[in-house]
């Protein structure tokens, strides 16, 4: 697999997801192998989904070497955001983590883009 491949499957997510009612999309291909991908992704219902993932393939393994999935509603508060930026080592899975919309930080494994369009589905009717 080659970077420009893992982007293909970016775009056809976000393409394919049902809540999009608009994104613009921003790569950085450094190599054959690693890329940059910056997302500002505009839901049905005004919210906002902000994507940046640095991704290194190695054979058909992906690493995402830096990711955030920030979540906003249309005012522009917070949801939810994962990350794994190194700033909080005393959690299990440091440094994956999720910020809440209350301000708690709670332990995270790291998810996929799929998983937080899932959970954003899942939640989209309450937001």
């Given at each position: 697999m080659y970077i420009s491949d893992y982007f293909l499957k970016v775009y056809k997510l976000i393409n394919d997801f049902t809540l999009t009612a608009n994104y613009n999309?921003?790569?950085?291909?450094?190599?054959?192998?690693?890329?940059f991908i910056k997302i500002?992704?505009?839901?049905?219902?005004?919210?906002?989904?902000?994507?940046?993932?640095?991704?290194?393939?190695?054979?058909?393994?992906?690493?995402?070497?830096?990711?955030?999935?920030?979540?906003?509603?249309?005012?522009?508060?917070?949801?939810?955001?994962?990350?794994?930026?190194?700033?909080f080592p005393q959690l299990n899975n440091y440094p994956h983590h999720k910020h809440l919309n209350n301000g708690n930080v709670i332990e995270s494994n790291a998810p996929l883009l799929e998983d937080v369009l899932f959970e954003i589905e899942m939640n989209f009717e309450t937001i």
């Amino acid at each position: 697999m080659y970077i420009s491949d893992y982007f293909l499957k970016v775009y056809k997510l976000i393409n394919d997801f049902t809540l999009t009612a608009n994104y613009n999309i921003e790569t950085d291909i450094r190599s054959s192998k690693i890329g940059f991908i910056k997302i500002a992704l505009f839901l049905r219902n005004e919210s906002v989904l902000y994507i940046r993932e640095f991704i290194s393939i190695y054979g058909n393994e992906i690493d995402r070497l830096m990711y955030v999935y920030q979540y906003l509603d249309k005012s522009g508060n917070l949801i939810f955001r994962y990350d794994n930026t190194e700033h909080f080592p005393q959690l299990n899975n440091y440094p994956h983590h999720k910020h809440l919309n209350n301000g708690n930080v709670i332990e995270s494994n790291a998810p996929l883009l799929e998983d937080v369009l899932f959970e954003i589905e899942m939640n989209f009717e309450t937001i």
